[in-house]
T-cell receptor, first 110, second 109 residues
């Protein structure tokens, strides 16, 4: 059972570049989330989705975009990478009250 | 009041001591809560659930105080391996959940 799979695990971007962080879950969960976590800080919600075709902003959506064309996939897009987006990104899905996380993507923007 | 609030810590506790921390919430409709544990540079993982009757799992006890709207996590006989960040989680309707920012715990040898 794969659970939540994130790719890539690590990435270094130059300022102004774009990239997509991939997230896939095989548990048929409706809710999916993208969080970022800066060093020594808590999770900050970027975007979330309540099901295919439906997304909504979290507390720090600026600089990011998401889509949810299928139940399984919830990619996060960075269009113009900035140093402030250097962080660890976690994707999660939930059913009832329990959340399952991917292993994270460590992104550095230089 | 934020929906979920936690003291960020850090709590520096000697090995073998008992430590407790709380998580306050504002959505009184919640029926269940959860504690997650996050190790450094890792993803959060479910530690235990908290229901009206509380929950105990070995050295860990989680309790719910509805009147004061908080949940607590108590760790007895703390071990070095208990060093982590502990996050409370609040379901807010349907399958949507909210995470607290976490409380950092350092167990000192």
């Amino acid at each position: 059972n794969a659970g939540v799979t994130q790719t890539p695990k690590f990435r270094i971007l130059k300022i102004g570049q774009s990239m997509t962080l991939q997230c896939t879950q095989d548990m048929n969960h409706n809710y999916m989330y993208w969080y970022r976590q800066d060093p020594g800080m808590g999770l900050k919600l970027i975007y979330y989705s309540v099901g295919a075709g439906i997304t909504d902003k979290g507390e720090v959506p600026n600089g990011y975009n998401v889509s949810r064309s299928t139940t399984e996939d919830f990619p996060l897009r960075l269009e113009l990478a900035a140093p402030s987006q250097t962080s660890v990104y976690f994707c999660a899905s939930s059913t009832g009250p329990e959340a399952f996380f991917g292993q994270g993507t460590r992104l550095t923007v230089v | 009041r934020k929906e979920v609030e936690q003291d960020p810590g850090p709590f520096n506790v000697p090995e073998g001591a008992t430590v407790a921390f709380n998580c306050t919430y504002s959505n009184s409709a919640s029926q269940s809560f959860f504690w997650y544990r996050q190790d450094c540079r890792k993803e959060p993982k479910l530690l235990m659930s908290v229901y009206s009757s509380g929950n105990e799992d070995g050295r860990f006890t989680a309790q719910l105080n509805r009147a004061s709207q908080y949940i607590s996590l108590l760790i007895r006989d703390s071990k070095l391996s208990d060093s982590a960040t502990y996050l409370c989680v609040l379901p807010i309707g349907g399958d949507k959940i909210i995470f607290g920012k976490g409380t950092r715990l350092h167990i000192l040898p």
